[in-house]
């Protein structure tokens, strides 16, 4: 993916979730993890390169809100499960396909 598709996605995903700070972690193929808390998406979005290099190395990255938030991240949805949550009235704030018709609802 191009950086700057990279970068859009990035700041609308951030945007969505409608928080002002952020964790970062990098879980490493050796399980180490590196985190990064307090980031604001300006930060992030500074970070991108390195990000995207650690990420090419096969390690895991995950950004989450930072603190208090309202949020809930419910994983390994299908498209059946996502209808019915927005049917019962859970409105997500983005959904994110993490592999071949598996989703992340947030």
């Known amino acids: 993916m191009s950086a700057s598709i990279t970068r859009s996605v990035v700041r609308k995903q951030l945007c969505a979730t409608g928080c002002e700070l952020f964790e ?3 879980l490493r193929q050796d399980g180490r993890v590196l985190l990064r808390n307090g980031w604001s998406s300006e ?54 396909e993490t592999s071949p018709a598996t989703f992340r609802h947030g």
């Open 24 to 26: 970062i972690g990098i």
């Open 43 to 96: 930060q992030i979005d500074a970070a991108l390169g390195w990000l995207k290099r650690e990420n090419a190395r096969g390690a895991h990255i995950f950004v989450r809100p930072h603190g208090a938030h309202a949020l809930s991240l419910v994983d390994d949805l299908g498209v059946d499960a996502i209808a019915r949550m927005t049917d019962a009235g859970f409105q997500p704030a983005l959904i994110i």
